[in-house]
């Protein structure tokens, strides 16, 4: 889709962001393997006072995540794990510089929510927890957003011709959840559950 065509959409909505205080969020996968095409496009909802938000996981260029934050209202940044081992166990790759990047963009005062996809059997241990909870009170944040995980729809990853890699995970139970809260809490970070639609 072209930059013209993708902004035509988002305008159509312009009247809804300005009554609901709502606007446009850019995700994926990950939006910032689109870097130059979403700097366009967050430079466009700039112009036009479109609210903008980008939802990354923080694996891109440092000046990549610097200059989406200098052009985004909001960023979203997930955090996994933050064992490195553990971290390439689930993902794939390193998380050095995602933690980098997390703490530059902290540094520089970006409007910025870490947000924790919570996995049962992955990075729900209660140490692990409170690392994680130690890790944003030293970026200078005091709030989380935990997105509890869930089960691809039936057929999803097979209509793809891919494995399902998280085949056999449970989504985590309500008290499962109340205790991520109240680890967070324990730790001086508010915890907010998120359920993704």
């Known amino acids: 889709m072209t930059e013209s065509r993708l ?5 159509r909505d ?3 962001y300005r009554e609901t205080g709502g606007g446009v969020t850019f995700t994926g996968g990950e939006p910032l393997l689109q870097a130059e095409f979403v ?3 967050l430079e466009a909802c700039r112009a036009l006072d479109i609210h903008s938000v980008v939802d990354t996981c923080g694996a891109a260029a440092p000046h990549v995540l610097e200059r989406a934050a200098e052009l985004a209202d909001l960023v979203l940044f997930d955090l996994k794990h933050l064992d490195d081992e ?6 794939g790759s ?3 510089e995602i933690l980098d990047n997390v703490r530059q963009l902290a540094r520089l005062g970006a409007n910025l929510r870490i947000r924790f996809p919570l996995v049962p059997g992955l990075n729900d241990d209660a140490a692990h927890v409170r690392r994680l909870a130690g890790f944003v009170a030293s970026l200078g944040l005091s709030e989380v ?3 509890p995980y869930r089960t691809p729809a039936p057929g999803a990853y097979e209509a793809l011709g891919r494995a399902n890699p998280s085949a056999g995970v449970a989504e ?5 959840v ?3 809260v109240r680890l967070m809490g324990a730790c001086g970070v508010t915890a907010s559950v998120v359920r993704r639609a």
Request: charged share 30%; net charge negative; proline share 3%.
């Open 7 to 11: 902004l035509e959409e988002l305008t």
């Open 14 to 16: 312009e009247a809804l």
């Open 39 to 41: 700097f366009r496009l």
């Open 86 to 91: 553990v971290h390439r166990r689930i993902t």
């Open 94 to 96: 390193s998380n050095r």
């Open 145 to 147: 957003d935990v997105i």
């Open 172 to 176: 985590p139970g309500a008290d499962a």
């Open 178 to 180: 109340a205790e991520i």
